[in-house]
């Protein structure tokens, strides 16, 4: 069994309405399903927008979900009580974007990351101590840290400081929401490093949610693209950045600048923008932006179909 099962997941958020008209509903998930072994990375990419933050709030519970089931460990998560879905908050665990406004400027360090220690009550105070000052030299930091406020640290520190905080409980599955995207280059390597390292040495399980392919392909197993609220192809990083199916994936893979000058690019386009969620067209979601779509894409909605493990949602898969 997978750690974790998404079956059909939905997510609407009613918007507008009065005393004389019904709220227009927007479908930021429309029927997602995915599963993540224990101690693998799946990627999720997608462009802004299309959903990749909510599915992992709606995931974590952050968010209540329209309808579907999410399954973690055994455990079906949206039917368990408050006092059982506490406990289970142990194991999911999430990093934010901006290591900045995800810190309280006001408490220290060491109570930062010993937070969850404090209300799970877990261990003694002097055991929570010495688990906070492991914890910040496992990611890099040092014990002295403990008594200093997130301002007087760089961008790749706070971040280091969210990863202990989201390590402190010792949880089985972490979701690190763009961990990266905020941070320069030189400092994201050594975050990715760092998660890698901490992966394998706890057993970690990631789902990775990033607009940068090259950084999803350094930390994922599989890979999942997603459009306005939908996985349309879903397979292992190898298959997906050598074989994409889906134009949309390819387009996305197109848009990467070679490691070499004059090396030769794909010629996939990402034509326009994507629709709004409260736009979404008829038939296929991606057919206003396709470069191949045909007479079909405009009446036909095409579900994710696996050929073995590569699933692609799209009527010119086998072409």
Not at 81 to 88: N, Q, S, V
Not at 297 to 312: I, K, N, Y
Request: hydrophobic share 40%.
């Amino acid at each position: 069994m997978s750690l974790l099962e998404v079956h059909d997941l939905t997510k609407n958020f009613p918007l507008g309405g009065s005393w004389f008209s019904k709220p227009t509903v927007l479908q930021a998930i429309r029927s997602v399903s995915l599963s993540i072994e224990a101690g693998e990375t799946l990627g999720l990419v997608g462009e802004s927008g299309c959903g990749k933050s909510t599915l992992a709030r709606c995931v974590l519970k952050l968010q209540e979900p329209t309808s579907g089931r999410i399954t973690f460990d055994g455990r079906d998560i949206l039917s368990l009580p408050e006092d059982e879905l506490r406990l289970a908050r142990r194991d999911m665990q999430i990093v934010f974007q901006d290591p900045y406004s995800s810190l309280n400027p006001r408490r220290r360090v060491g109570d930062i990351v010993r937070e969850g220690l404090d209300i799970h009550q877990i261990g003694t105070p002097n055991e929570r101590r010495e688990r906070v000052a492991q914890l910040l030299r496992e990611v890099g930091l040092k014990t002295s840290h403990m008594n200093s406020y997130p301002h007087e640290f760089s961008g790749g520190q706070r971040q280091r400081i969210v990863i202990a905080r989201a390590l402190a409980v010792g949880p089985k599955f972490i979701v690190a929401d763009e961990a990266v995207s905020a941070l320069d280059v030189s400092i994201q390597a050594q975050i990715l490093n760092l998660f890698l390292e901490l992966q394998r040495g706890m057993n970690l399980t990631y789902l990775f949610i990033s607009h940068n392919l090259h950084v999803v392909r350094h930390v994922s197993d599989r890979v999942a693209v997603m459009y306005l609220g939908r996985i349309v192809e879903l397979a292992s990083a190898e298959e997906i950045y050598s074989n994409p199916k889906h134009p949309y994936t390819q387009a996305l893979l197109s848009a990467i600048l070679p490691p070499e000058p004059g090396q030769a690019r794909s010629h996939a386009t990402l034509a326009g923008d994507m629709h709004s969620p409260l736009e979404v067209p008829m038939g296929c979601f991606y057919r206003t932006r396709c470069p191949v779509a045909m007479k079909e894409c405009a009446s036909e909605d095409p579900a994710l179909r696996f050929a073995g493990s590569h699933g692609v949602a799209c009527l010119r898969a086998d072409q």
